[in-house]
């Protein structure tokens, strides 16, 4: 199946710094990128949605300067946390999807750590 | 909004059948789907159903559907230590955006 690697797979960084995790499909080309977090033992929550070449549309409650997506190529989309703070810690996953098939495929996630 | 449900834990023994529920409230639904999540890693896609079948069967599980009551059930057959992990349904409709039921966590006894 198609494979979407996102990097890095950890990072802890200090409270007031910007953290920027990529997503790329790696043997196909992704229209769309979904953006979720996912808080300790809990479900995922959709943060975004973003689409090639345009602006990323956001959930409500989630803050778009905070969370600052750019999906500037067919196979990556990043996503950075900005000033960011022991609360943006979580579990982020990326998935992207052609639009053509039935499926949205994930990344194995990031996991953020802001001391 | 919509909302997905489903039951937060379910314990088995080995070679026992396990049947993990869900009920979602968004008529558009077209996909429905279940994802394994193992600890620390991220999601797996299981398998999915068309919203307008009312089952699939792909080796060792079977999804039901019941539209009418938008109820969705997994059902994993000869349950195995290694099936232990948390179980997401999710609903989607054409825009692949997904909405997550809160996981069932697995647990299966030898």
């Known amino acids: 199946g198609a494979v979407v690697s996102q990097h890095p797979s950890w990072v802890i960084c200090k409270s007031g710094t910007s953290v920027k995790i990529e997503c790329r499909s790696l043997?196909?080309?992704?229209?769309?990128m979904f953006w979720y977090r996912q808080f300790p033992k809990q479900s995922l929550m959709l943060m975004a949605t973003?689409?090639?070449?345009?602006?990323?549309?956001?959930e409500q409650g989630v803050e778009k300067d905070k969370f600052l997506i750019n999906h500037a190529s067919l196979t990556l989309s990043t996503l950075t946390v900005t000033s960011a703070h022991p609360e943006d810690s979580s579990f982020y996953i990326c998935?992207?999807?052609?639009?053509?098939?039935?499926?949205?495929?994930f990344g194995q996630g990031t996991r953020l750590t802001v001391v | 909004g919509e909302d997905v449900e489903q039951s937060l834990f379910l314990s088995v023994r080995e070679g026992d059948s396990s049947v993990i529920n869900c009920t979602y409230t968004?008529?558009?639904?077209?996909?429905l789907y279940w994802y394994k999540q193992e600890p620390g890693a991220g999601l797996q896609l299981l398998t999915y159903?068309?919203?307008?079948?009312d089952m699939k069967q792909d080796q060792r599980l079977t999804v039901l559907l019941n539209k009418k009551d938008k109820h969705l059930s997994l059902r994993i057959a000869d349950t195995q230590t290694g099936d232990s992990a948390i179980y997401f349904c999710?609903?989607?409709?054409?825009?692949?955006?997904?909405?997550f039921g809160s996981g069932t966590r697995l647990l299966v006894r030898p």
């Open positions: 968004d008529s558009s639904s077209t996909y």
């Open positions: 973003s689409n090639e070449g345009s602006k990323a549309t956001y």
């Open positions: 998935s992207a999807t052609t639009g053509g098939n039935t499926e949205a495929f």
């Open positions: 999710a609903s989607g409709d054409s825009s692949y955006k997904l909405i």
């Open positions: 043997d196909f080309q992704a229209t769309t």
């Open positions: 159903i068309f919203s307008n079948m």
